[in-house]
């Protein structure tokens, strides 16, 4: 039994076993368990994590849920804390809280198309939800990922989107605002490649993380190529300072986004996202 | 109201005195109020001569100020800023520390505090911030282990309001001015020359336990008519009064109204409000590190919705405007509480009104968006 199953504001501590840079800023570390069995996590779901001294951060699985022993999180550095924490080299020690929040709904996914809409490092949460999708291919309908980033050097795990393109059934499409460098793909927003998309609207489901803008147009978009509020789900972002939902800060409306998310249902979503500064 | 004739007993000033002493034996740290600074605060005292003895307080809209009674009355006043919160979910709250030790790193876990706490005085709005405080800190999936720890062994004596302040609605949000659950002892002030004598009432066995070790004797029925004259009298002279009929529906169909942006030209976004809220829960944490950085630590403390960075996030605050910062403060607790615990986040206690430095009235704000709603 690790501390934090008698309180959960105490973590247990975790060493980085591997760190990676995935673009500029941003780095994939992954943890090391030791011989501590980890607890499980559901695609979708967060840990805080803390760089001892500086300060903690929620920050979402990137990894492989079958895989809860190997702790992957996809970090861009913006604030003290972050940076921090994408500081860290192999052997560094870090504390971890979690898992907490919602995860994504994976068993309202069989039989169905699965559309994965993507913002910059949005596809890091969703990457999980890929996992588990690519892994038991055959249960799902079409599964369709439109990825949008700022510029191509910012494209997030480029060799395994690659190879996922391979897949069949598989369908990504990836989008750039601006490319300086030589770019073959799409430029523009990634709402605009849902029109690309094939899906059948009436047995879709859909996920989207990103800019909190750019997922408000991606589930209006959907929802006007016939995809039910019911069945697109987002994952919000917001300050969180405990993540059981009592520290009061993650507030969105009557939601609390470390408890009642971060993913969450488009239709307890849709009035509140119209408020601007709520 | 509560006061039943046939267990009501009657404990003088004296007997209170030595139910202080009786619960100092029994271990515990008796907190109550006191006169302190120009205000009536909550503080540790281990006799009646530390209780406000003679005094009460005028309020109103960014105003408060001691009064001489003209009596000895020991509760003869309403609230001041302080409340039980700061004992029960104290400003601040070591978590836990970090040593770094060569290759180890060990986390060493802040133990809960011991010590049970008797609170003297607790008024009926107080109760029910208890009550609503221990529905926010214990009722979700994990709950607060230092909460839990100090809640656990808290004991209570109740005092019902004899006096109504003047920014009081506690009849308006249905929670007072009598108490009427979640005390071990309950006392109503009576009138009198010379130090007063209480019509007591026990809620719990703890609570009958206690009353062994001082002197009372059972209460007349005159006795106990008096004290009940005059907490209706108190229900009677409330100060102010909050229109609640289906608040949080009027308040979350009126995001928008040009009210926030007038309230928001007033407001000074200090915080005042939630810090002497008694229900208002929000922290953040601290980390800090010796100079070395093998020790660190990291604290909980009280946080206010006001602060600009309470909303951080990469890139800024969520909520820039003083506008969206009072909305949020004031639709959580009138509306968006009900959905969170399923009650109101207000007692109508009315500090948030005294302590305001520009006098905002919630039940002004309340009212105001009423007036105009569109429907």
Known sequence: MHESATDPMVPRVLRVRSRRRDGPQVWTLELDAGAREQPGFAAGQFNMLAAFGVGEVPISFSGDPARPQRIVHTIRAVGAVSSALTRLGAGAALAVRGPFGTGWPMSEAAGRDVVLVAGGLGLAPLRPALYQLLAERARYGRITLL?????????????????????????????????????HGHVGVVTALISRARFDPGRTLALICGPEIMMRFAAEALGTAGVASEAIYLSLERSMKCGIGSCGHCQFGGLFICRDGPVI?????????RVREL | MSLEPQSAQLLTSEGLDQLLKAL???????????????????????????LPRGWTEEQSGGHYRLRRREDDALFGYAVGPHSWKAF?????????????????????????????????????????????????????????????????????????????????????????????????????????????????????????????????????????AAARARVQQTAQHMGRQMPVESLPQLLLRNLEHPRWREVADRCLACGNCTMVCPTCFCTTVEDSSDLSGQETSRTQRWDSCFAVDFAYLHGGSVR??????????????????????????????????????VGIDITEEVNAIRASDPG
């Open chain 2, 24 to 50: 100092r034996r029994g271990g515990y740290r008796t907190v109550g109020p006191t006169v302190r600074e120009g205000v009536i605060a909550y503080e540790d005292i281990d006799s009646v001569e530390h």
């Open chain 1, 147 to 183: 990825y949008g980033t700022r510029s191509p050097k910012e494209i997030l795990f480029r060799r395994e989107i690659d190879s996922w393109r391979k897949l069949t059934g598989v369908m990504i499409e990836v989008t750039v605002d601006h490319a300086l460098q030589p770019w």
């Open chain 1, 265 to 273: 249902r488009y239709d307890r979503l849709r009035e509140p996202l």
């Open chain 2, 88 to 224: 029960l979910h104290p400003p601040r709250q070591r978590l836990w520390r970090a040593r770094g030790d060569g290759d180890t790193v060990q986390i060493e876990r802040e133990s809960p505090d011991r010590q049970p706490l008797a609170l003297i005085g607790v008024r009926a709005c107080e109760l029910q911030a208890v009550a609503i405080q221990d529905k926010v800190l214990l009722g979700g999936a994990y709950g607060d282990p230092h909460y839990r720890a100090r809640r656990a062994d808290t004991f209570i004596v109740a005092v019902n309001c004899t006096v109504a302040g003047g920014t009081c609605f506690c009849v308006s949000m249905d929670c007072g001015p009598n108490v009427a659950t979640g005390f071990d002892l309950a006392l109503t002030e009576l009138a009198a020359a010379g130090l007063p004598a209480f019509v007591l009432q026990s809620g719990t066995p703890a609570g009958r336990k206690v009353l062994e070790e001082i002197p009372h004797r059972p209460a007349t029925e005159s006795e106990i």
């Open chain 2, 320 to 357: 820039q405007s003083a506008r969206a910062r009072y909305r949020q403060w004031m639709t959580h607790k009138l509306a968006t509480w009900h959905l969170q615990f399923g009650s109101s986040g207000c007692v109508g206690c009315g500090r948030c009104i005294t302590w305001c430095p």
